[in-house]
């Protein structure tokens, strides 16, 4: 988990305010990946990005958004938080290797609020 | 749409005994299969990987088979510990460079 870290690690909010959660790796790997986890639902992909330039929606980007900031750097904003954006959020990140064979290494975890 | 199905209720086991773990896929065939350990409260941790064309991959007591023609991947840990009680990912590689997790598999291995 220290190769890869987010910050803050426990946040608390109200509806309507806008956050941001950081992610940064010491691996030199090319690949992030921005994931909530809800109870009985698993890990869902809300972003991710092969590159500094480049940026996908995942199944479940609504209300939020990403900055690749350098390749280290992954950021997801909540512009306007509401109450069932409340969830774990992870960051992970991956080298390429081609087709499947990359492992997701994943940060400790964010969990948020929104009250 | 492309589903994944995990054993949605906890496996309880006596320790000593092994743990078999089902995963079902639908609406895909992947390439690469990968299974993750999950402790509470932290990141997934990645256990193996398996390819289409592997019938079996084993790890120290991890034994992970992939079926292409049932779309079904058992995980396998023999002679299980207090220790390998977590819960359990399993993640089919989806062609646009992504893996699809499931929802995890419970485990809880009693001394």
């Known amino acids: 988990d220290a190769d890869v870290t987010q910050t803050p690690r426990n946040r608390i909010t109200k509806t309507g305010k806008r956050i941001m959660l950081e992610c940064s790796q010491t691996?030199?790997?090319?690949?992030m990946y921005w994931y909530r986890q809800d109870p009985g639902l698993g890990l869902r992909l809300i972003y991710y990005?092969?590159?500094?330039?480049?940026?996908n929606k995942g199944e479940i980007s609504d209300g939020y958004s990403v900055s690749r900031q350098a390749q280290a750097k992954f950021s997801l904003s909540l512009e306007s938080a509401i109450p069932n954006q409340t969830a774990l959020y992870f960051c992970?990140?991956?080298?390429?290797?081609?087709?499947?064979?990359?492992?997701?290494?994943f940060g400790p975890g964010t969990r948020l609020l929104v009250l | 749409s492309q589903k994944i199905e995990q054993n949605s209720e906890a496996l309880n086991i006596q320790e000593g005994k092994t743990a078999t773990l089902t995963c079902n896929y639908t609406?895909?065939?992947?390439?690469?299969l990968q299974w993750y350990r999950q402790d509470p409260g932290r990141g997934p941790v990645f256990l193996l990987l398996?390819?289409?064309?592997?019938k079996e991959k084993r790890k120290e007591r991890l034994k992970v088979t992939f079926d292409t023609t049932l779309k079904q991947s058992l995980f396998h840990i023999t002679a299980s510990q207090p220790a390998d009680s977590a819960t359990y990912l399993c993640?089919?590689?989806?062609?646009?460079?992504?893996?699809?997790f499931g929802q995890g598999t419970e485990l809880s291995v009693k001394p």
């Open positions: 691996k030199g790997h090319d690949r």
């Open positions: 990005s092969f590159d500094v330039k480049d940026i």
């Open positions: 993640a089919p590689y989806n062609q646009g460079g992504k893996l699809i």
């Open positions: 992970a990140t991956s080298a390429t290797s081609g087709g499947g064979q990359e492992t997701q290494y």
């Open positions: 398996i390819r289409e064309n592997e």
């Open positions: 609406n895909y065939s992947p390439a690469y």
